[in-house]
């Protein structure tokens, strides 16, 4: 008789609800929890059958990862067509990669947004006009069940995801038998900041904007480099709140001061760790920094990823791995001293205190600076 998650207690896990997915009795579900996080919950315990594949399928709960790479090839890349690279997140791979899969007779599984309850979420595009729903990346978690449920696993799909979620995906695909009918790609992750921060951030801008209609988190209009904007749009106004300008949720996310347990404590993905076909990210290094257009890291660990790169509307460059993926987070994020203070001032029913919340960030960047300087003279000594 195997365990189910709950018996197994998977708590504060990735949350990626490939357990529900696979429950041939359904009976899983994902909310968010305490810390703003999704997370997996049974709703009725007495009906579940013991078939262990929600614990099986789990990339959390089983160590290692699903995909044993033995090689990889690794670009810079970026879309031929220079509205698409403009509006995406960096070169636009992203999209031609689900684009090119349509144009072969699959269908995309990708994260939009939801501005009725402020979430990002998955969901199934059949045709391009679907898939410009997918454009640019949502810097928090998405909700990714009800996408999921709607893939039909016998027929062919190209998966976008966090490296957990693919991870687990791959897991299942192979229980049920079905890796070959999907091309799984993931990304260089950071980790998910907390519905917490994103939904009392939100608040403080909602005298401006109204009831939110959209959400964008990046910009090129100052080039890719200063990027890092809020643009959110309401019934109301408008919000254009530049990370080069303090913009408090950036600030916040890339301060690491309220990502998910697990991507402190079980991310098992940075840098060439992965279980995808296909992996994309920002080439931030120092090979494009002069480029303001967008430039896509590109690695493909299969045979199948490599084909499906090759074929899209994408300029490649050869570039070997380390030199394409130069600044990628090589090790889990750690948390930073502030972080409990952080985490009192999203747990209180009250408002953000955006001025505290502030400090606490200026605070945490006095307090790298020594550890940056410590960093580089090690670097200059070697
Ligand atoms: C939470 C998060 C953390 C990231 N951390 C890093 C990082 O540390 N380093 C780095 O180089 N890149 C990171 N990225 C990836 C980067 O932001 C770009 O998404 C990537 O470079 C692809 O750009 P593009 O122009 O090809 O994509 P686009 O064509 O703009 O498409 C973006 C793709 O991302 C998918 N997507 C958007 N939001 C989410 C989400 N919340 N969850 C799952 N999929 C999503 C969409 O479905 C779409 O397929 C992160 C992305 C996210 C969402």
Redesign the pocket.
């Known amino acids: 008789m195997n365990a189910n998650i709950e018996e197994l207690e998977i708590t504060n896990c990735f949350g990626c609800a490939v357990c529900a997915k696979a429950c041939p009795k359904q009976i899983i579900k994902t909310r968010i929890n305490e810390y703003g996080f999704y997370e997996p919950y049974i709703i009725s315990g007495d009906t579940c059958i013991r078939c262990g594949l929600c614990a099986d399928v789990c990339s959390f709960h089983n160590a290692g990862l699903s995909l044993d790479v033995t090689r990889l090839d690794s670009f810079a890349g970026y879309s031929n067509n220079d509205s698409v690279r403009q509006r ?8 031609e990669l ?1 684009a090119t899969a349509l144009s072969q007779g699959y269908k995309v599984c ?2 939009r947004y939801n501005a009725s309850n402020n979430i ?1 979420e998955h969901f199934v595009a059949s045709n391009i006009e679907e898939l410009k729903y ?9 909700d990714t069940l009800a996408g999921m449920m709607k893939m039909d696993i016998n027929d062919k799909y190209i998966l ?3 490296p957990c ?1 693919i991870d687990s995906f791959r897991r299942y695909l192979r229980k049920v038998k079905k890796e070959s009918n999907f091309i799984l790609v993931d ?6 900041p907390s519905y917490l921060l994103y939904h009392k951030y939100l608040d403080t801008k909602g005298q401006q904007t109204g009831k939110v209609k959209s959400v964008s988190w990046r910009d090129k209009t100052d080039g890719w480099h200063d990027s890092w904007v809020m643009d959110i749009r309401g019934e109301e106004g408008r919000v254009h709140a530049k990370l080069s300008d303090g913009d408090v949720f950036l600030k916040t996310f890339l301060s690491d001061s309220c990502l998910g347990k697990a991507c402190y404590d079980n991310c098992k993905f940075k840098y060439r760790n992965s279980s995808a076909d296909i992996r ?3 080439a ?1 290094g120092r090979l494009y920094q002069k480029d303001s257009k ?1 430039v ?2 590109v690695i493909c660990f299969t045979d199948k990823g490599t084909t499906l790169v090759k074929q899209s509307n994408c300029t490649l460059i050869d570039h070997d791995f380390d030199s394409i993926a130069e600044y ?2 090589k090790h889990n994020a750690t948390r930073p001293l502030i972080f409990n203070l952080v985490w009192r001032l999203l747990k209180n029913d009250a408002p953000l205190d955006v001025v505290k919340l502030n400090r606490l960030l200026n605070i945490n960047s006095i307090l790298h600076i020594p550890g940056r300087i410590i960093k580089k003279t090690v670097k200059i000594l070697r």
Do not use: L, P, R
């Not at 995406?88 to 999209?95: H, I, L, N, P």
């Not at 997918?134 to 998405?142: E, F, P």
């Not at 990304?187 to 998910?192: A, L």
């Open positions: 995406c997140s960096t070169g636009g791979v992203g999209f689900a990708a994260v990002a997918s454009v640019g990346s949502k810097y928090i978690q998405s976008f995801g966090t979620h990304f260089f992750c950071h980790g998910v994309i990210g920002d931030w967008g896509n890291a990628q987070m």
